[in-house]
C-alpha cells in the first residue's frame, strides 16, 4: 500500500475510532460499576469494554498509519486534561455532555486520569520512528542479489525441490 493511502486511511481511522473507543469505555464503566454495587456481573458492559479493548489495541499495533493513533491521542488528551484543569478553577465541562449512561462512564473515566492515560499511550506510539515507515520493499530474485532463482522447468511445480 503507498504512504500516501496508508496515511489517508489512517486519518480516517483517527476521526472515527476514537469516538466509538470512548462510547464503548464511558458505556461500559457505567453497566460494569453500576451492577458491581449490586453484586451482578454486566456481561454485556464486559463484552463493550472488551471491544473497546480491541479497537484501542488496533490503534495503538496496527501498520494503518501512526497518524490514526496521533488523532486518536489528541482527543484522548484535550478530554483527559479538562477534569484536571477544571479542578484547577476553570470550568470547562457542560453540565451534561452525554446521556446518563455515558455521563457516569465519562466521570468515572476522566476523573480517575484513564482518559489521559490513554491518550497519552496513543500519543506515545505514534512517536516511534518505526511506524512513519513504509514496509520494505520486495528485493528481486536474482544472480547479482545472492539468490538462486526459482526452477523454471516444466516438471510439476507441486514439488518443494528440482529433481535433476
Do not use: C
Not at 491521542?73 to 446518563?100: H, V
Amino acid at each position: 500500500m503507498p504512504n500516501g493511502a496508508r496515511h489517508a486511511l489512517g486519518v480516517v481511522a483517527g476521526l472515527l475510532l476514537p469516538p466509538l473507543i470512548a462510547v464503548g469505555l464511558f458505556y461500559g464503566v457505567d453497566q460494569v460499576s453500576r451492577n458491581y454495587q449490586q453484586f451482578i456481573v454486566s456481561w454485556v458492559g464486559l463484552g463493550v469494554l472488551l471491544g473497546s479493548g480491541v479497537l484501542l489495541a488496533f490503534l495503538l499495533g496496527s501498520r494503518l498509519s501512526p497518524v490514526a493513533s496521533l488523532v486518536g491521542g489528541l482527543k484522548f488528551t484535550a478530554f483527559g486534561i479538562l477534569p484536571f484543569l477544571e479542578i484547577s478553577g476553570l470550568r470547562l465541562i457542560p453540565d451534561r455532555m452525554f446521556g446518563d449512561e455515558l455521563w457516569s462512564g465519562f466521570l468515572t473515566m476522566a476523573y480517575t486520569g484513564l482518559l489521559l492515560m490513554f491518550g497519552v499511550l496513543l500519543l506515545v506510539s505514534s512517536a516511534f520512528p518505526s511506524r512513519w515507515r513504509s514496509a520494505p520493499r520486495a528485493v528481486p530474485a536474482g544472480p547479482a542479489y545472492g539468490v538462486i532463482p526459482p526452477y523454471q522447468g516444466s516438471e510439476d511445480s507441486t514439488r518443494p525441490f528440482h529433481r535433476d
